[in-house]
């Protein structure tokens, strides 16, 4: 199976963290699901996701946040770069934009806060990083908090890319849908228990305007700490380690996050 980082995403355990000032509980630094929390006011955040698969393939992934006057609307851009059956290159950007649509204020127990995404073709389609042409993504991130200590999150969404390439050059419209969910126990305030799942049904071009489905299905259970300072620096790593079920079954991997948010 070949994990595509923009589609997944659009992606060293620690017992505790040495805080050093009174930080809120960790929001926002979740792997493959999409939290519906946007930046607050004059905080920007610098994530990075690696993800390597037993088949020797890996994708890293680089995002950035930006609050745009306040936290209903929110900018942020995605780099990636992928290995695919022996070949490295630059996978295609990710332009997004986030609107705060529920849960303005700390205390909203709801929050939901739809995506779009410009997909740029900056990915090679020869090594099959890419798809080689303009692609759009819409997404829709619900977060709920059931208690103090559990939250849920749950994301629909699909992408289209009208013109999309194989490794040969032949074109065809794909479109793919993904939808996931994820659990968060709250152990502390700066140390979190995970357990994600997600699904995408894709399409692969295969010829003049000919396509073949495809499913990745996950489960990735993780943890994820935090160490906040008193300058407002908050730096949560993470680890998960991505199950393949269902249609990815006997698949398995390792995912490495780390975030910078000030």
């Given at each position: ?7 997944l995403?659009?992606?060293l ?57 306040g ?49 740029l ?21 619900l ?64 010829g ?11 489960i ?32 398995r991997?390792i ?8």
């Amino acid at each position: 199976m070949k994990l595509y980082l923009p589609i997944l995403l659009l992606l060293l355990a620690a017992t505790g963290a040495i805080a050093q000032n009174t930080a809120g509980p960790i929001e926002d630094n979740s792997f493959l699901i999409e939290e519906a929390y946007n930046q607050d006011p004059h905080v920007i955040q610098y994530i990075s996701t690696f993800y390597r698969q037993r088949d020797g393939n890996w994708g890293y992934n680089f995002t950035n946040e930006y609050p745009v006057k306040g936290r209903r609307n929110q900018f942020s851009y995605s780099i990636n770069i992928n290995r695919v059956d022996g070949s490295t290159a630059v996978g295609d950007t990710l332009l997004n934009y986030r609107y705060q649509l529920v849960g303005m204020k700390e205390e909203d127990r709801l929050a939901i806060s739809p995506r779009f995404s410009v997909i740029l073709p900056t990915g090679s389609w020869r090594k099959g990083t890419g798809t080689g042409a303009l692609g759009y993504q819409f997404d829709f991130p619900l977060s709920y908090k059931l208690t103090k200590k559990i939250v849920t999150h749950w994301n629909a969404g699909t992408t289209i890319t009208p013109h999309s390439r194989d490794t040969v050059g032949d074109r065809a419209k794909t479109t793919a849908y993904n939808l996931g969910q994820s659990t968060i126990y709250l152990v502390s305030n700066r140390f979190n228990l995970m357990l994600e799942n997600y699904w995408v049904h894709n399409q692969n071009v295969t010829g003049p305007k000919v396509t073949t489905p495809s499913e990745t299905f996950l489960i990735s259970p993780g943890v994820r700490w935090a160490y906040n300072y008193k300058s407002g620096l908050q730096i949560v790593p993470g680890v998960a380690v991505p199950l393949g079920v269902g249609p990815s079954h006997g698949e398995r991997g390792i995912l490495l996050y780390l975030s910078f948010e000030k």
